[in-house]
């Protein structure tokens, strides 16, 4: 089973870029990445999903080696808003694709 | 697109009760996931359903859970009897295919006491 790895949490100031890196050891050939956010008292929200080099998208990019052992989600000039939880998973394939939340990224965005 | 609903928003029992929480799925989703969310645990993947049929219910915890779809626009997740230990945020998920990105609903707060 892929297990992912992150830091527990991350402080940063407004207008700074934040790069959150996770790491999935045991990735396999058909599993993709994908990173979600969640605030206090709502759901987890998708913010990108990548299988390999670079992913954009309007809010963050996401970057992912050769050998796919590890991701780093990078998020543009944070705000306070941006201070939630970030989750790094893994999709794996068990006839169905089954997606496990690791523990996740608090960051804390500071004025 | 009104998202994934969940009701009731806040459930409390006394132990020992049924709760049933309810889930409707965005429109033309075809798989649709249950999490329960504590501090201790985190968020765990209860069961997950893809064109109604359950494909993996073994988060499911104990017998006293159970879950069905009955039809692609709604959910069920019944506890029974519902202990102290069930207490949790339970959130409902659903996306295109079982590959793509959740849509999470925000969730139902469980307080059995």
């Known amino acids: 089973l892929a297990k992912t790895t992150q830091p527990i949490s991350m402080d940063s100031y407004e207008g700074q870029e934040v790069n959150i890196t996770c790491s999935h050891n045991n990735i396999a050939t058909n599993d993709y990445i994908t990173w979600y956010q969640q605030f206090p008292s709502q759901g987890p929200r998708f913010i990108i999903q990548g299988y390999k080099t670079k992913v954009t998208n309007e809010v963050a990019s996401l970057f992912i080696p050769a050998d796919r052992k590890s991701s780093t989600l990078s998020l543009p000039r944070v705000s306070l808003s941006d201070t939630a939880v970030y989750y790094c998973?893994?999709?794996?394939?068990?006839?169905?694709?089954?997606?496990?939340f690791g523990a996740g990224t608090r960051l804390f965005v500071k004025a | 697109d009104a998202g994934v609903i969940q009701s009731p928003r806040h459930e409390v029992t006394e132990m020992g009760q049924e709760v049933t929480l309810r889930c409707k799925p965005i429109s033309g989703h075809n798989s649709l996931f249950w999490y329960r969310q504590t501090m201790m645990r985190g968020l765990e993947l209860l069961i997950y359903f893809n064109n109604n049929v359950p494909i993996d219910d073994s988060g499911m915890p104990e017998d006293r859970f159970s879950a069905k779809m009955p039809n692609a626009s709604f959910s069920t997740l019944k506890i029974q009897p519902s202990e102290p230990r069930d207490s949790a945020v339970y959130f409902c998920?659903?996306?295109?295919?079982?590959?793509?990105?959740?849509?999470f609903g925000n969730g139902t707060r469980l307080t059995v006491t």
């Open positions: 998920a659903s996306s295109w295919r079982d590959d793509s990105p959740l849509h």
């Open positions: 998973l893994v999709a794996f394939n068990t006839g169905g694709f089954k997606t496990i």
